[in-house]
């Protein structure tokens, strides 16, 4: 009877654990300087004028704009790994509708955690962009804009 008592207790915790893990909250946006949400649209915020968050189905995308048309990106997420060719699956889409494809991205790949420096050859920035990243945790579209 113990046995079956601690197994039961033990089951519990774990579909507790698991439940947490995946509950559906939906999208998120947050503001990293102040830790918190944002809110719970689809859109991403204007953290700052140069960094941008989305969080979508469980996996968080912060890139930061560092000048010279590179972008540093991170990838976060609490299950699952993150096996994204981050080169593969991005794009700058200017004011003018063109999609600029990146020259490299010097990052890793895998895992629950990974950054790197996506860098993009010269575009015309001065009436705003965005950074589209496709297809990540089952999203179809990611856009960051500037």
Known sequence: MRISGIIIALLILIMAAVSGCLSGKG????NPAAGVPASTDKTSTVDSSETKVN???GVTITAMDLGNNAFDIKLDTHSGSLDYEM?????????????????????????HHFEGILKFPEFDDSSGFELVIQDVAGVKERVLKW
């Open 27 to 30: 999208p998120q946006t947050e």
């Open 55 to 57: 969080s979508e189905a």
């Open 87 to 111: 080169a593969k699956l991005s794009y700058i889409r200017d004011s003018k509708g063109n999609m600029i494809k990146p020259e490299s991205w010097d990052g890793g790949i895998g895992g």
